[in-house]
């Protein structure tokens, strides 16, 4: 499981609640799940490819990427997770990924953005 952060809330009812990731909703800016940094692209694009994009079915967190507390109901949306590279995601959410998906992702991108060279 990833490092996560406590955030309070104004609410006094809610206890503070553990952020494990921030995720995109379709059509949106692109964030990486990560830092929660913005990026200029919008997803269901085309430039979504630039990003190695997880979908997360499991329901463990809400819609806006924060733990689901027992009392909670369940998410029943997947969450859009977009990272910068397998190797990213694989640190964050502690997950091992075959080198041969991570070289085919590289391949990929590479060829759908291929670096300028002027």
Not at 66 to 87: A, D, Q, T
Request: charged content about 25%.
């Amino acid at each position: 499981m990833p490092k996560t952060t406590s955030i309070s809330l104004s609410s006094n009812s809610e206890k503070s609640r553990r952020h494990y990731y921030y995720p995109t909703k379709h059509g949106r800016l692109i964030r990486n799940a990560k830092s929660g940094k913005y990026t200029p692209f919008r997803s269901g694009t085309f430039d979504e490819y630039r990003y190695y994009r997880v979908i997360d079915s499991s329901a463990y967190c809400d819609e806006n990427g924060f733990v689901n507390w027992k009392n909670k109901e369940v998410n029943r949306e997947p969450n859009i997770l977009f990272y910068n590279s397998p190797e990213e995601y694989a640190a964050h959410m502690r997950k091992h990924i075959p080198q041969s998906d991570i070289t085919n992702w590289y391949l990929k991108r590479n060829q759908l953005f291929p670096l300028k060279t002027d």
